[in-house]
């Protein structure tokens, strides 16, 4: 166990009647880094998760937290873990304060040690103005907030959060994620989720399931450079289309071009390389040469959305 990881989970695979619902995945979280968990529904992340969070017996495989293994030494875990699962089963009949308070008690915290906690977690997921109020009384995007200062309460080395802005609108969406984004360095934190600009503007690193298998794991910037040999380069330019369309098809390092009508004189050609080969130095000089005016050069970004589609695609879908 190396003592800058995690989480390390070796060959982990779990079947429920016989149907495997994660199959020998493997990967790790350094300390301090914001892994997303990416996948449709019945990727396996929930699995993943409940058996990270000591919830669930794993059929084989070996998960270790903080160098330790999460079957054999479970009380040990837990302590360091907080978990919001997905479906968070709050006490609506109890005040924001009180709950927290309960909670912290339950998770073994002094008595004065438990209300020094649940002020500083209230205040860090901006809970203090509804702090008397009921948890049924309150809007989903605070009951989400009062299941991640649950999660914090004890001072957790691990945060595990279950689709935690699922059924929220665009605005709780953003404080929570921002609430996220300041947990990472202090706290390691893993998150699953399905919507992907969640997961590239939070993560540090993604791991792609799919079927209970990851298919890949690295960052998003990384990512990017995978997709990259698959990347047009846009480039829009005031010339006779005929003439761009015969300059494209001799040229060999163009695989494939379309040219269509810009605003004004200009056209937009959207050309993909051979090879992953940056074509903008020899469309610029090309440019330069033949007196075209060139109004636009860029080369597309791949979002996390179409990598995540390349990569769970189906094979058979593909060709």
């Not at 945060?159 to 935690?164: M, N, R, S």
């Not at 040999?229 to 010339?239: C, D, F, K």
Request: hydrophobic content about 40%; glycine content about 8%; aromatic content about 6%.
């Amino acid at each position: 166990m190396s003592d800058d990881l995690m989480i390390e989970v070796a060959n982990l695979t779990k079947r429920y009647a016989g149907n495997p619902a994660v199959s020998d995945i493997s990967f790790s979280v350094r300390r301090g880094e914001i892994v997303g968990l990416l996948g449709p529904n019945g990727a396996g992340k929930s699995t993943t998760m409940r058996i990270l969070a000591c919830y669930l017996a794993a059929t084989s495989g070996t998960v270790r937290v903080a160098g330790l293994d999460v079957f054999a030494q479970s009380d040990e875990v837990r302590r360091r873990i907080g978990y919001m699962p997905e479906n968070n089963p709050l006490h609506y009949d109890m005040r924001v304060r009180e709950y927290l308070k309960f909670r912290a008690r339950l998770k073994g915290l002094s008595r004065k040690h438990s209300r020094a906690r649940v002020d500083v977690v209230m205040e860090q997921c901006g809970l203090t103005e509804v702090s008397r109020r009921m948890i049924g009384q309150l809007s989903k995007g605070f009951r989400q907030r009062v299941g991640l200062a649950d999660a914090l309460v004890h001072e957790p080395e691990l945060i595990i959060l279950d689709e935690p802005t699922i059924g929220l609108d665009p605005n709780q969406i953003r404080v929570v994620r921002q609430l996220i984004k300041g947990l990472g360095g202090a706290h390691t934190v893993l998150i699953s989720t399905h919507i992907l600009p969640e997961a590239e503007m939070t993560c540090h690193r993604v791991v792609i399931m799919y079927d209970g298998r990851i298919l890949v794991a690295d960052t998003p910037g990384n990512l990017q450079k995978l997709m990259s040999s698959r990347s047009q380069v846009i480039a829009e330019i005031a010339a006779a289309p005929e003439e761009l369309r015969e300059c494209w098809a001799q040229m060999a390092e163009v695989e494939q071009f379309d040219v269509s009508p810009a605003e004004g004189e200009y056209f937009r050609c959207a050309l993909t390389p051979r090879d992953g080969v940056d074509l903008r130095p020899q469309i610029f000089a090309l440019a330069r040469e033949r007196g075209w005016p060139l109004r636009e050069l860029t080369r597309s970004r791949h979002s996390l959305e179409d990598i995540y589609v390349r990569v769970t695609r189906p094979e058979e879908e593909e060709g």
